[in-house]
């Protein structure tokens, strides 16, 4: 399903504003617009999820569609790649952002996002039917119990 041009639009309106509230500083903005450009970020952002779910509600009515389990396949293969590319320049955009890590610690942080970010990523590409509410809930919650698990080995290992 192609998005529409309002999905466009605000999709790329919420990644520019978030990348704005993020590199605000670079930008020599002050602490201030951190907050607004977040915000208006996030309100493009639920615009966005709106516009699509609408979307996929109607198309859903008028008949089950999806992409081939190859298609599925490549595109999540693709989405990997992508990740690990970010994970790894991760190290070298941090001191825009004013977030002065460690080396061990750097690569602590890239690789757990690699890891959350790739499973998301096989969330995303499994089909709806797949899993039931109930299966989703457990998997949602392991998610959450994992990440807390994290922040804590994190916070253990790497005291300051």
């Excluded at 309106?13 to 590199?23: G, K, R, T, Y």
């Excluded at 750097?106 to 089909?127: D, N, P």
Aim: glycine residues 4%.
């Amino acid at each position: 399903m192609k998005p529409s041009g309002g999905e466009y639009i605000f999709a790329y309106a919420s990644s520019a504003l978030i990348m704005a509230a993020v590199f605000h500083r670079s930008l020599g903005l002050a602490d201030s617009f951190e907050s607004v450009f977040l915000l208006a970020g996030l309100a493009c952002l639920a615009c966005f999820v709106h516009l699509r779910r609408r979307r996929a509600r109607l198309a859903t009515a008028r008949g089950p569609t999806g992409p081939e389990p190859e298609k599925r396949w490549k595109r999540f293969w693709t989405m990997v790649a992508v990740i690990a590319f970010a994970a790894a320049t991760f190290p070298f955009l941090e001191p825009y952002t004013g977030v002065n890590l460690s080396v061990p610690q750097q690569v602590f942080s890239s690789v757990v996002s690699f890891v959350v970010f790739v499973a998301i990523a096989f969330l995303a590409t499994r089909k709806r039917q797949d899993l039931t509410a109930v299966s989703r809930f457990y998997i949602i919650m392991f998610a959450i119990a994992a990440m807390c698990a994290l922040g804590a080995l994190y916070f253990e290992l790497f005291k300051r």
